[in-house]
């Protein structure tokens, strides 16, 4: 309404200066009339004497009716015959326009200066010229001019009554536009609000009757729509949640199985190749044994076969004891681990197993911090598998060979940010290119028979994998190969 009021303002600003305007060209037509009832001297040029007092009182008159201010008349000659003072201070009087106006034969209209219009600038007054014509003579011309400040004024007395009226308007609008919005959406909206913070599941949300066919009505209706389909959707997303958990348990069981069993397969490597080592000094027991029997030795002699004897069973002892340990079944429960110590446990257990002879294993144990949370038990067969892998190929390596070089195995670890970086570097034969990207693979190996199950590397790779950890294999032909893992370090105050 405010522009609207605006764009009516300019217009009647505009028509209301074309009014005076018009007034102004009445008010000059009025004076041609009125001279044309003057006495004209033969010579026929308008003088002061001509123009009379009655005259000059009859003009001032159409001056004040129209409400302009200033005038002059000029006679042929330019000279001034009549003047009503100028209120706008012009030395000129408008002589200038009335002449140029006369010697064109043309009316003009001159809008000047600038005031406070109404809502913005505007001109400040006007002026209108012409040619003064009686009985098809032009005896002169006249000037004149007004201010339009009280025009302006009109129109503000107007614009205030305009906005008085705009302003009770709009307060009329505002309070029944708060009513009928309050009534139709605010209060069925904070209703249905409540309705659905009360929602219970499996309810419908009741329809409110007042808007059962409004747009409310609808969107309630809506809403019970998308309730239902998601009370469906629950119960399908429960259903595959529940498959979900089923099938996640049940190959859990599955890992732990393939865990469990890779690792027997490993106890049953273990324990085939002890089998020699145990056999030696269970000999050497009985050869001394059988000594014991004899009658011909002293005490001094017996002592020492007994304490030979005890050193033979105690390392059974020791060997048995370590299989054992390795085999027990898992708790699964991570706790605080020493990686060092768990090498060096896994390395005393691969010392007597014929794979490992002639293979040097050297430790490079360069962490200054070695603790992580893990189960150390599948911490260990992780290591086991990779270091019983490394001690296969040496042994493939030294079938193929016929020139023997120095098997080594070298475990070095190292501090790398928050974890701890083990690196097994064997110089071996190396693996192919095309083998290594599968080497992590369930069931693929490239050993002979009865010599693995194809699982250790990839029951490794995911047992590293649940410690947060990687492992990764780099291999050279001839070279050796490495595998790489790093595993997060545990700190102080970490569950």
């Known amino acids: 309404m405010i522009l609207v009021d605006v764009v009516m303002v300019k217009f009647s600003e505009k028509d209301f200066v074309q009014s005076k305007i018009q007034t102004g060209r009445t008010v000059i037509r009025a004076v041609e009339q009125h001279l044309g009832y003057l006495p004209i001297l033969s010579k026929g040029v308008l003088t002061e004497v001509d123009i009379g007092t009655k005259f000059s009182r009859d003009v001032a008159q159409l001056l004040a009716t129209g409400g302009f201010t200033e005038a002059v008349i000029i006679n042929q000659r330019g000279v001034p ?3 009503r003072k100028s209120s706008f201070g012009d030395r000129h009087g408008g002589i200038p326009p009335a002449r140029e106006a006369m010697n064109l034969g043309d009316w003009s209209t001159e ?4 005031t406070w219009g109404v809502i913005w600038i505007s001109s400040e007054r006007l002026r209108i010229s012409a040619p003064l014509v009686a009985g098809g003579r032009t005896l002169g011309g006249i000037s004149i001019s007004t201010s339009l400040q009280p025009l302006y004024q009109d129109l503000r007395k107007t614009q205030k009554i305009i906005l008085l009226y705009i302003l009770l308007d709009t307060i009329i609008l505002a309070i029944v536009g708060i009513y009928l919005l309050s009534r139709i959406v605010v209060r069925p909206i904070h209703k249905l609000l409540r309705l659905t913070a009360d929602y219970k599941e499996g309810d419908l949300i009741p329809t409110p009757a007042q808007s059962s066919r409004d747009e409310i009505g ?10 239902g389909r998601l009370q469906e959707n629950k119960k399908e997303l429960k259903g595959h949640i529940t498959s979900l958990e089923k099938a996640n348990q049940e190959l859990g069981q599955a890992q732990d199985e393939l865990i469990r069993s890779e690792k027997l397969a490993s106890v049953g490597r273990l324990a085939a190749g002890i089998a020699h080592e145990i056999g030696n000094p269970i000999g050497i027991v009985l050869g001394y044994l059988e000594l014991l029997q004899r009658d011909d030795i002293g005490e001094e002699e017996r002592a020492d076969f007994l304490n030979r004897i005890e050193k033979e069973i105690t390392r059974i002892n020791v060997i048995i004891r370590q299989l054992l340990d390795f085999s027990r079944p898992s708790t699964g429960k991570p706790e605080q681990t020493h990686v060092h110590e768990i090498l060096r446990r896994t390395v005393e257990i691969l010392k007597p197993q014929p794979m ?3 293979i040097q294993v050297l430790f490079q ?3 200054t911090t070695d603790a992580i949370h893990a189960d150390p038990q599948q911490l260990q067969q992780v290591f086991l598998n990779i270091i019983m892998n490394a001690g296969d190929a040496h042994a493939e390596d030294a079938q193929g060979q016929a020139v023997m070089k120095k098997r080594s195995i070298r475990i070095e670890t190292m501090e790398s940010d928050d974890t701890i970086v083990l690196r097994f570097v064997d110089n071996g034969p190396g693996i192919p290119s095309e083998e290594l990207i599968h080497i992590f693979d369930p069931f693929y190996t490239t050993k002979d028979p009865g010599r693995g199950t ?3 590397l990839s029951v490794s ?3 590293v994998e649940a410690l947060g950890g990687t492992l990764q294999a780099e291999s050279v032909i ?6 790489i893992i790093r595993l997060p370090l545990h700190r102080d105050g970490e569950e």
């Not at 809008?111 to 600038?114: D, I, N, P, Q, V």
């Not at 609808?218 to 309730?227: A, D, G, I, K, P």
């Not at 001839?478 to 595998?483: Q, R, V």
């Open 81 to 83: 015959v009549f003047r």
């Open 111 to 114: 809008l000047s200066g600038a």
């Open 218 to 227: 609808e969107l309630t209706r809506s809403l019970n729509v998308m309730l």
């Open 356 to 358: 490992m002879e002639d």
């Open 365 to 367: 144990l360069e962490a």
């Open 454 to 456: 194809g699982l250790g």
């Open 461 to 463: 790779y995911r047992l």
């Open 478 to 483: 001839g070279e050796g190969t490495t595998f």
